[in-house]
């Protein structure tokens, strides 16, 4: 593991590293920064002014400095040149307490206090469109059934190769891609880590698809619905705890009792699996943050004849129309978070609603083992996800415990800067109001 960039830098003929952090909105910002500089960086910071930050600051806030975790650094496979390194926020010697990895730096330490080690693997499906963002980028890529398409898959071969030969390299342990479900969908599959190392990959992933995709003349997106009535980009997450010593899968049981014994989840796993139930609606702020998030769940069916995204809060066995799937022993799968959904802040609102129903005990209450896009109407007592994200933001408000087990600065900086994009929206005109208004 590096603890010396400078010394990185000699041994790989590294130019100029990239101090990235990520804001409260899920983007990543940075300074390039020369080799020759990086030593002083890794020991100060590289500075930033508070307020252009999105961490909820003034202008009138000091210097805030991206202090870089050198565990982190990765040499760009595309351009060598360059190394790209996580950087945890500080001001005037503190922890920004709002800043997404150190909300999750956090959470890792209070589930370590409990024994509790979260690792993690997330899907981060993603569309090629052409460089303007408007169209699908493979004109023959219209089947109505396209997923898993591998005349589809191979138009875009050189794409698909490139970001798995790199990840290859990273030793991430790729193991799968395919075209998903969408028209121009593709999904890319790597081996599951703890938390944080999940957290950087996942967002190191989207900076190197990105990077990929404008190499070749395209423009990949990870926007939850990006195109009207094709299926959006989730971004599931599989959820299994371990003891510290990240031998023994806590969360695994042979005991083949109760209703998620019988799925091969122990108790522990039940509990943090009701946590998770428990606060959904909540968490939803978190996981479906943006307004185009509520297209793609609550969705009418799609051209492909499902959304494969949840509307209720259910869980069941290894079956994809419930908002939780527990697909074999030791681990659940949570697929309500989309491609919009903040790295660090996935994995820490996991853990925070986990956590929170491993201390209460909670119950994820009854499994229904039905087809949810079919006999949906069945269930009686489940929540509905929220339809909007303002819903979201006030289910997270209404949520004392998810709030404070987040942390008060984060859940406070969080809504403030939410609502002002809430009211950024609704202030918007669309065409839609026109059309349907204008000759009332
Ligand atoms: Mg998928």
């Not at 493979?138 to 589809?152: G, I, M, R």
Request: charged fraction near 25%; include cysteine.
């Amino acid at each position: 593991m590096t603890t010396d960039l400078a010394a990185f830098a000699k041994k790989n003929d590294v130019k100029y590293f990239m101090i990235s952090f990520t804001d409260l909105f899920g983007g990543q910002r940075a300074k390039l920064v020369p080799a020759q500089a990086i030593a002083d960086m890794q020991e100060d910071g590289a500075g930033f002014a508070g307020f252009a930050t999105w961490l909820d600051m003034t202008p009138a806030h000091p210097d805030m400095l991206a202090v870089p975790d050198p565990s982190s650094v990765i040499q760009l496979p595309w351009n060598p040149d360059v190394a790209w390194v996580a950087a945890n926020c500080v001001m005037e010697g503190q922890d920004v307490a709002q800043a997404p990895r150190n909300v999750l730096r956090r959470l890792i330490d209070e589930a370590a206090g409990e024994g509790m080690r979260v690792k993690t693997g997330i899907e981060a499906e993603f569309f090629l469109l052409t460089p303007e963002g408007d169209e699908i980028s493979d004109p023959f890529d219209t089947a109505a059934k396209p997923c898993y398409d591998q005349q589809a898959v191979m138009r875009r071969y050189d794409v698909i190769r490139e970001i798995c030969d790199y990840m290859l390299d990273l030793g991430w342990g790729p193991y799968q891609n395919d075209h998903e479900d969408a028209n121009g969908q593709f999904e890319m599959n790597w081996e599951f880590d703890d938390a944080l190392r999940t957290a950087d990959k996942h967002s190191f992933f989207k900076f190197m698809t990105k990077s990929v995709a404008e190499k070749h003349g395209f423009r990949a997106t990870f926007m939850p619905k990006p195109v009207e009535g094709l299926t959006g980009n989730g971004c599931h997450a599989h959820i299994s705890v371990w003891d510290q010593a990240g031998r023994k899968n806590v969360f695994a049981t042979d005991k083949g009792t109760g209703p998620t014994g019988e799925l091969g989840l122990s108790d522990k796993g039940r509990a943090f699996l009701g946590g998770i139930m428990k606060h959904a609606s909540a968490l939803a702020a978190i996981t479906n943050p943006t307004v185009n998030s509520y297209k793609r769940i609550n969705a009418p069916r799609t051209m492909s004849g499902a959304t494969w995204a949840p509307n209720t809060v259910t869980w069941t066995g290894n079956n994809r129309t419930h908002m939780v799937r527990v697909p074999g022993p030791g681990r659940f799968e949570l697929r309500l978070p989309d491609g919009a959904v903040n790295p660090y802040l996935l994995q820490a609102v996991i853990i925070a609603a986990g956590l929170s129903g491993v201390r209460s005990d909670a119950d994820p209450g009854k499994r229904w083992d039905i087809d949810m896009y079919a006999e949906g109407h069945k269930v009686r007592g489940a929540p509905k996800l929220p339809l909007n994200m303002l819903d979201a933001l006030r289910a997270y408000d209404r949520d004392k415990a998810l709030k404070t087990t987040m942390g008060e600065e984060f859940s406070a900086a969080y809504l403030k800067l939410k609502r002002q994009e809430w009211d950024s929206f609704v202030s918007h005109f669309s065409q839609w109001e026109k059309e349907h208004t204008l000759d009332i």
